[in-house]
C-alpha cells in the first residue's frame, strides 16, 4: 500500500532534509517606514521633516531583518566572507539608528528599477549573492542586479534594495551612489538656469 506521501507526491516531514537556503525576512514594515520619511516618495505628511525616531526605526528595522538572515545562515553553514559582510552592513545600520542622519540619503526606487539585470543563462552555479549567501541559480526564476561600481557586483535585487534605498551605498566597495544620483539632479537642475540665462544675454549680444 503506497504511503499519502507517495500518492500526493510529497515529502515525509519526518525524512526531509533541511534546508540550507536562507529565507529572506519580510521587509514589508520596513518599507512603510521608508516610504514616510524618503524625500522622494509621496508621504502621508506632506512636507514634514521626519523625525528622528521615524529615521531611526527604519535603520532598526533593517537591521533586525538583515540579522534574522544572519542568524538563520549560521544554520546553512555560511561562507566567513558572507557572514562577516553581513554583520558589517548590521552594525552600520545599528550605529545610523543610534545617531540618525536629519532625512535619509538613499537612492531613488527608480535607481533601483533601472539596474542591469543579469540573465539567469550569464549565471554560474558557484555565483551567491554577497549579502543573503544563497546561490543564484537556487531560485528559479532569480533577480540578480549589477552595480555600476563594478562587473562582479552582483545581488539579490531583493536583498540589495532596501540597502539601496536606506543608505545609498555599494556594500562591497562603498560607492556612493546616492551622492552621484544628488550631484546629476543638481546638474540637471543649474542646467535650464544656464540656458536661460544665455538666451538673456544673446537679445542684447
Given at each position: 500500500m503506497s504511503t499519502y506521501e507517495v500518492e500526493h507526491n510529497t515529502?515525509?516531514?519526518?525524512?526531509?532534509?533541511?534546508?540550507?537556503?536562507?529565507r529572506r525576512p519580510d521587509l514589508s514594515t520596513f518599507f512603510?517606514?521608508?516610504?514616510?520619511?524618503?524625500?522622494?516618495?509621496?508621504?502621508?505628511?506632506q512636507h514634514a521633516v521626519p523625525v528622528p525616531r521615524d529615521v531611526s526605526a527604519a535603520f532598526y528595522s533593517l537591521a533586525e531583518a538583515f540579522d534574522l538572515m544572519r542568524r538563520e545562515g549560521e544554520h546553512s553553514a555560511p561562507t566567513e566572507g558572507?557572514?562577516?559582510?553581513?554583520?558589517?552592513?548590521?552594525?552600520?545600520?545599528?550605529?545610523?539608528?543610534?545617531?540618525?542622519?536629519?532625512?535619509?540619503?538613499?537612492?531613488?526606487?527608480?535607481?533601483?528599477?533601472v539596474l542591469d539585470r543579469v540573465p539567469k543563462a550569464s549565471l554560474k552555479p558557484s555565483q551567491s549573492c554577497p549579502i543573503c549567501g544563497n546561490a543564484f541559480l537556487e531560485d528559479q526564476y532569480p533577480l540578480v542586479v549589477r552595480l555600476p561600481c563594478h562587473?562582479?557586483?552582483?545581488?539579490?535585487?531583493?536583498?540589495?534594495?532596501?540597502?539601496?534605498?536606506?543608505?545609498?551605498?555599494?556594500?562591497?566597495?562603498?560607492?556612493?551612489?546616492?551622492?552621484?544620483?544628488?550631484?546629476?539632479?543638481?546638474?540637471?537642475?543649474k542646467k535650464p538656469v544656464e540656458d536661460d540665462e544665455e538666451e538673456w544675454d544673446g537679445m542684447y549680444g
Amino acid at each position: 500500500m503506497s504511503t499519502y506521501e507517495v500518492e500526493h507526491n510529497t515529502t515525509d516531514p519526518g525524512t526531509a532534509t533541511p534546508s540550507t537556503h536562507r529565507r529572506r525576512p519580510d521587509l514589508s514594515t520596513f518599507f512603510a517606514t521608508l516610504s514616510e520619511i524618503s524625500p522622494d516618495e509621496a508621504r502621508t505628511r506632506q512636507h514634514a521633516v521626519p523625525v528622528p525616531r521615524d529615521v531611526s526605526a527604519a535603520f532598526y528595522s533593517l537591521a533586525e531583518a538583515f540579522d534574522l538572515m544572519r542568524r538563520e545562515g549560521e544554520h546553512s553553514a555560511p561562507t566567513e566572507g558572507d557572514n562577516d559582510l553581513l554583520t558589517q552592513m548590521i552594525q552600520s545600520l545599528l550605529s545610523s539608528a543610534e545617531t540618525p542622519p536629519r532625512e535619509v540619503e538613499g537612492v531613488s526606487e527608480e535607481f533601483c528599477d533601472v539596474l542591469d539585470r543579469v540573465p539567469k543563462a550569464s549565471l554560474k552555479p558557484s555565483q551567491s549573492c554577497p549579502i543573503c549567501g544563497n546561490a543564484f541559480l537556487e531560485d528559479q526564476y532569480p533577480l540578480v542586479v549589477r552595480l555600476p561600481c563594478h562587473s562582479t557586483h552582483l545581488f539579490d535585487l531583493e536583498c540589495v534594495r532596501p540597502w539601496l534605498r536606506l543608505r545609498g551605498t555599494c556594500p562591497l566597495d562603498r560607492t556612493d551612489f546616492a551622492k552621484q544620483e544628488r550631484e546629476k539632479a543638481e546638474a540637471r537642475r543649474k542646467k535650464p538656469v544656464e540656458d536661460d540665462e544665455e538666451e538673456w544675454d544673446g537679445m542684447y549680444g
